[in-house]
């Protein structure tokens, strides 16, 4: 049975940090491409990050509002894929969800396997 768990989440004041995790287990990740989403209540699931290694060249996605200040990457021998949030904005608070595609992609359409979503939330 294929399962994703997400964990890192928690409250943190604006300029902070913190690392999201996102295990697998029932698949291999490096398969994959693994996209970050994120998604506050009454909105529509947003894009974040996406990564994705193909024939040892790894190509990663950032949304703008994110590049230059989260990082996505993977450590394939633990099968998990990371992400790296430095200078946290409030605007960054949401539930925070992971999921796989058979192609490195921004809509989250194209995603399948979504884990329950760990909760970051950014104080001002």
């Known amino acids: 049975q294929v399962q994703q768990a997400e964990s890192g989440g928690g409250l943190v004041q604006a300029g902070g940090s913190l690392r999201l995790s996102c295990a697998a287990s029932?698949?291999?990740?490096?398969?994959?491409?693994v996209g970050w989403f994120r998604q506050v209540p009454g909105k529509e699931r947003e894009f974040v990050a996406a990564?994705?290694?193909?024939?040892?060249?790894?190509?990663?996605y950032y949304a703008e509002p994110v590049k230059g200040r989260f990082t996505i990457s993977r450590d394939n021998s633990k099968n998990t894929v990371y992400l790296q949030m430095n200078s946290l904005k409030p605007e960054d608070t949401a539930s925070y969800s992971c999921a796989t595609s058979n192609r490195l992609t921004t809509n989250y359409r194209d995603y399948n396997y979504w884990g329950q979503g760990t909760q970051v939330t950014v104080s001002s």
């Open positions: 990564i994705s290694s193909i024939f040892s060249t790894t190509t990663t």
């Open positions: 029932g698949r291999t990740f490096s398969s994959y491409a």
